[in-house]
C-alpha cells in the first residue's frame, strides 16, 4: 500500500512551458485534492475532486487545469508556466470529506525561471 | 471568513524541556480540526483529528487539545527526532481544510 505518490519530485521549468504534474493513489478514496505551499504561508488549495469525472475550484485554480478521469489519478496540469508558479505541490486523498483525514503525498517541488 | 493562526512561528527547546504549541481559529460550525507534522522535503503527516471542545488526543509525547477558539500541542520530554514543522487546520462549513503556517520545532541534545 504506497498511499499518495506524485511524480516528478522536483523540476525546472522555463516561463511559457507546459507541465502535468502526476498524482496516484490506491487507498480507494473519493476525494483527491491539489495543493501548493509556500514559504510562509498555509497550504493553499487549488482544485479538488470529489469522484471520477468531478472536479471543482479551490482557493487559487488560475493557471492550473485538472481532470479526474479514474478513481486512482489526479492530475495537475500547467499550461503557461509563469514565475509565481514556484512553490511546493501536494496531492492529497480522503475517503470521505466531512471531518475525514486527508493524506498526503510526498510533495512535487516546481521551479519556474 | 475561517482563520487559523499558530504560535510561535519557531520553537528552540532542549531535549527534555516540555512545551506547547498554540494553534487559534475562527471558523463557522468548526467539524474538525487537524495537527499535521511536516518534516523537511516531505509531505504533511497526520497526527490527530479533534472534533469538538474539550477533546483530548495522545500519542507518544504529543497530546492535542481543543477548546472552542485554540487548540494546544502539548509536547512533554521531546527528544531530538520531535523536531518537525507541525500544522494545524480547520475544517468548518465549507469542508475545505484551511490551514496556519506552521510551527518549526527544533529540539537540541
Known amino acids: 500500500n504506497a498511499g499518495v505518490t506524485q511524480t516528478p519530485k522536483f523540476r525546472i521549468l522555463k516561463i511559457g512551458q507546459s507541465m502535468t504534474l502526476q498524482c496516484t493513489q490506491d487507498?480507494?478514496?473519493?476525494?483527491m485534492y491539489w495543493y501548493r505551499q509556500d514559504p510562509g504561508m498555509g497550504l493553499k488549495l487549488i482544485y479538488y475532486?470529489?469522484?471520477?469525472?468531478?472536479?471543482d475550484k479551490g482557493e487559487v485554480p488560475n493557471g492550473y487545469n485538472v481532470s479526474r478521469s479514474t478513481t486512482e489519478d489526479f492530475p495537475l496540469r500547467l499550461e503557461l508556466a509563469a514565475p509565481s508558479q514556484t512553490s511546493v505541490y501536494f496531492c492529497?486523498?480522503?475517503?470521505?470529506?466531512?471531518?475525514?483525514?486527508?493524506?498526503f503525498g510526498p510533495g512535487t517541488r516546481l521551479l519556474v525561471l | 471568513e475561517d482563520q487559523v493562526t499558530q504560535s510561535p512561528e519557531a520553537l528552540r527547546l532542549q531535549e527534555g524541556e516540555s512545551s506547547s504549541l498554540n494553534c487559534s481559529y475562527t471558523?463557522?460550525?468548526?467539524?474538525?480540526l487537524f495537527w499535521y507534522r511536516q518534516d523537511p522535503g516531505k509531505g504533511p503527516e497526520f497526527l490527530f483529528t479533534?472534533?469538538?471542545a474539550g477533546e483530548e488526543k495522545e500519542k507518544e509525547r504529543l497530546k492535542a487539545t481543543l477548546t472552542k477558539k485554540e487548540s494546544f500541542l502539548h509536547i512533554t520530554a521531546p527528544k531530538p527526532e520531535d523536531s518537525a514543522t507541525y500544522l494545524c487546520?480547520?475544517?468548518?462549513?465549507?469542508?475545505?481544510?484551511?490551514f496556519g503556517t506552521g510551527t518549526l520545532l527544533a529540539v537540541q541534545p
Open positions: 492529497a486523498s480522503s475517503y470521505s470529506t466531512v471531518q475525514e483525514t486527508q493524506y
Open positions: 487507498m480507494n478514496h473519493n476525494y
Open positions: 475532486s470529489v469522484g471520477a469525472g468531478i472536479t
Open positions: 471558523v463557522s460550525g468548526l467539524r474538525g
Open positions: 479533534l472534533y469538538s
Open positions: 487546520a480547520v475544517q468548518g462549513a465549507t469542508n475545505k481544510l484551511i
